[in-house]
């Protein structure tokens, strides 16, 4: 139900944002940071910052938890699980700033920031996923002929799926969260608005860019919510 019932909130809170932003009357400091090219501008980037992270996380993640479910490598999991553990527990902002020490500001930094911070959901949920896959089922699909690849792309996967992509749409609200703070070494995001707000006292524009967050989390939030739900076996549903 709530993969049908969030884009009525998204909706909802959408127009809300898009009435009072036409009805409001803002300063000329408002003004700047909040009219429509500026907004999009900002929105865009805040995206952009997301989603190269988001397919970089995909990409070292998935294969990784896959690697180490496999009988060889399970020894070097904990160890895994223990390096995703570091990056997620360090507060966001002082890792980005240790990284800014190392690499310099700008959008790069801010991109392995986010990287760091969110491997661990996605790896994590892999792990587990293959793990809960009934070693019975394995055995008869290795039984029938299957190889170990076939069994895995055909059997595991598949049945892990639900647990796998619970994990990817954790970490893409971990993402859009957490890129607001990428304001903080010089790549341009949502948090730009917020911390402006913040600093030079302009309410209105902090309230824009919470707004926006939110809604950017809620929209991912529910793509995820739509992915797992149509890439779910449906005898798993």
Do not use: C
Not at 52 to 59: E, Q
């Amino acid at each position: 139900m709530d993969v049908w019932l969030e884009p009525l909130v998204i909706v909802v809170v959408g127009v809300g944002f898009i009435m009072w932003h036409a009805l409001t009357d803002f300063t000329a400091n408002e003004s700047a940071q909040l009219n429509s090219s500026v907004l999009v501008d900002t929105i865009i980037a805040h995206i952009k910052l997301t989603a190269t992270a988001a397919v970089v996380v995909l990409a070292i993640a998935i294969p990784l938890g896959i690697l180490l479910t496999r009988p060889s490598m399970t020894r070097f999991a904990p160890i895994a699980v223990g390096l995703g553990n570091i990056g997620q527990a360090a507060p966001a902002v002082g890792l980005l700033v240790l990284l800014t020490f190392a690499l310099g500001t700008g959008f790069r930094t801010a991109v392995l920031g986010l990287i760091v911070y969110a491997v661990l959901p996605i790896l994590q949920n892999t792990i587990a996923g293959l793990r809960q896959v009934d070693q019975h089922v394995i055995e008869a699909s290795r039984g029938i002929g299957y190889s170990a690849r076939r069994t895995l792309f055909q059997v595991e996967l598949p049945l892990a799926v639900p647990v796998i992509l619970n994990g990817v749409r954790t970490a893409l609200v971990i993402l859009v969260g957490t890129a607001t703070l990428s304001t903080f070494i010089g790549a341009t995001s949502l948090g730009t608005l917020i911390t402006t707000g913040i600093t030079v006292f302009l309410p209105k524009v902090l309230i824009a860019g919470a707004v926006l967050v939110a809604l950017l989390a809620l929209a991912v939030d529910w793509i995820g919510r739509l992915v797992e739900y149509f890439a779910t076996p449906k005898g798993m549903r």
